[in-house]
């Protein structure tokens, strides 16, 4: 409820304090423990912590792989939250593998036209969009970002 609610320190402190209980109740290699880093992965990202964000989710993913295989739903769900974390660090061409990956898993889980395919497609174009600018700044060593018509030709548009 803390994390719905923007409540970030203090989420972070119950799930630390959550995940300490389940590690003594489940071990350190149960799914439980996965969802719970995958939250804590998550409020460390809102708060601005994205390494220690991108370490959270690595640890998840890791263990939902171990249990349920390569290609499993909650894997799909964790590469996403990696992907995002990785985007934000500035690692875009590992984001888009990583949200590639994620992608593929989700379409072969639940089809081409579920709710989960679109939010990965959205953030797939998130990262494509800072490649798209990352390739316009570094042509011929330029500070060129992507302008829109408006920008460059005013409120009329061009003759085609």
Same mark, same amino acid.
């Given at each position: 409820?803390?994390?719905?609610?923007?409540e970030f320190e203090a989420a972070r402190a119950t799930l630390i304090r959550a995940l300490a209980i389940k590690e003594v109740v489940y071990g350190t290699e149960h799914p439980e423990?996965?969802?719970?880093l995958g939250?804590? *992965?998550?409020?460390?990202?809102?708060? *601005?912590?994205?390494?220690?964000?991108?370490?959270i989710q690595q640890r998840a993913l890791a263990i939902f792989e171990a249990i349920y295989g390569t290609e499993h739903p909650e894997v799909a769900r964790t590469l996403g939250n990696l992907g995002n974390v990785q985007l934000q660090l500035g690692e875009f061409e590992a984001a888009r593998a990583t949200l590639t990956r994620a992608l593929a898993?989700?379409?072969?889980v639940y089809g081409t036209e579920?709710?989960?395919?679109?939010i990965t497609l959205g953030n797939l174009g998130n990262v494509q969009r800072q490649? *798209?600018?990352?390739?316009?700044?570094?042509?011929d060593?330029?500070?060129?970002?992507?302008?829109?018509?408006?920008q460059l030709f005013g409120r009329r548009k061009p003759n085609a």
């Open positions: 409820m803390q994390l719905q609610l923007g423990i996965a969802r719970t939250n804590l *992965g998550i409020v460390h990202q809102q708060l *601005g912590k994205f390494e220690a964000a991108r370490a898993i989700k379409e072969a579920h709710p989960e395919i679109a490649l *798209g600018r990352e390739i316009l700044e570094n042509r060593g330029s500070e060129r970002v992507r302008r829109s018509p408006r």
